[in-house]
């Protein structure tokens, strides 16, 4: 059975469904899956939970899903970028699970793994410990946390082939690698859509085994997060 397929509302159609938990790929504005936001926003489906480093910003990215009012919860570590992500949450309209980075990303990797938990030190002490199994080990304190697993993950990598074997460029590989392991469906949108055996086995970020379906996008934005530019004296 073919994995390919023409755009994003093709590659999304029959997935989508109203309170579904999603992991998205990305960082701020980097390695997003652009178009796979877009659809979702256009499906118009509401109270997603969203897996994500962040959300983006205001008018793009993720921030697109929550200007829409679809998404109901967040878990991610990062909000400071997003405006709107900050009066939602304040104004109790959005729910939002705070996690570490690190954490976050081992979350997800263990989902993807088949890993129900595991222990880490990182937020022993803190907010991040409270209603968490905590046991010692040879002397510290660990935390319990679990793996995350979702319905649908959305991911954006820089090259792909037909069988879903994904390279993604630089820091673009970021999160997406643990958002595809950890979705029970993976999407993928690519830069360029290769035949299979074009791809260096070698160069593999993320195995066609992960990957359900996958389309090549038409345009990418690939907006710049924070400019800084510095004046020549």
Known sequence: MSKTYRSAGDALAGLLRDGMTIAAGGFGLCGIPEHCIA????SGVTGLTLVSNNAGVDGFGLGRLMEKGQIRKM?????GENKLFAELFLAGKLEVEFTPQGTLAERMRAGGAGIAGFYTRTGVGTLAEQGKEVREFDGHKYLLERGITCDLAIVKAWKGDEEGNLIYRKTARNFNPLAAMCGKITVAEV??????GKID????GTPGIFVHRIFQGDHFEKRIEQRTIRKVA
């Open 201 to 204: 086995p070698d160069a593999v």
């Open 75 to 79: 878990v991610s570590s990062y909000v």
């Open 191 to 196: 830069e360029q859509l290769l035949p299979i």
């Open 39 to 42: 659809a979702i926003q256009s």
